[in-house]
């Protein structure tokens, strides 16, 4: 009896210009500035910002050899991405992690940061920093059950509010190896 096991998640890498990765930053980019102008001004983005945004943060730093910027599909739609970018020679930052609302909930963001957390370790990282801001509690809490430390500070931007870190590890050392899904 055949009892191969079967998801419908894929990822793989994406080139960060590609239209498909432009679609989900925008996505990404207007839920997040949605969220926090709603709550701190009462407002929606404006579109000439968002249009603003986008130019300025192209995502270029997830580019080979020193980044990689992975999608994420369910049955076969782009639906998320999360991105990694070395800082030094031992520390990687996790970036973009996002899935559209539609594909929340199925396990996919744990796919995407463990996915993310290889590639890091591809490029010779021994450690992953990431940054959040507090209204973004869902992230905190993914980033938390995955084994992120909240850290102090480890850049300036504006909108970070919470820095967090984990030793990357073989994966072996993470427990009991989980089945992967297919990297197209």
């Not at 369910?74 to 970018?85: K, P, S």
């Not at 992690?97 to 940061?113: H, T």
Request: charged share 25%; aromatic share 8%.
């Amino acid at each position: 009896m055949d009892r191969t096991t079967t998801t419908p998640w894929t990822l793989a890498p994406e080139p960060y210009d590609s239209p498909t990765a432009a679609a989900l930053w925008r996505a990404y980019y207007t839920e997040v500035s949605d969220r926090w102008y709603l709550l701190h001004e009462g407002r929606r983005t404006d579109p000439a910002e968002l249009e603003h945004e986008l130019a300025a943060r192209t995502g270029a730093e997830l580019a080979p050899p020193t980044g990689l910027l992975l999608l994420a599909r369910y049955e076969g739609a782009a639906v998320g991405t999360a991105g990694v970018r070395l800082l030094d020679a031992g520390t990687a930052e996790l970036t973009r992690v996002f899935l559209v609302e539609d594909a929340r909930g199925r396990g996919g963001a744990a796919l995407l940061v463990a996915a993310a957390e290889d590639a890091a370790r591809a490029l010779g990282a021994r450690r992953m920093v990431l940054d959040t801001r507090s209204d973004l509690v869902e992230a905190r809490a993914l980033y938390a059950r995955l084994g992120y430390a909240e850290t102090g500070p480890h850049n300036d931007d504006v909108y970070a509010e919470h820095w967090f870190s984990k030793p990357l590890t073989a994966p072996e050392a993470n427990g009991p190896a989980q089945p992967a899904p297919p990297l197209a």
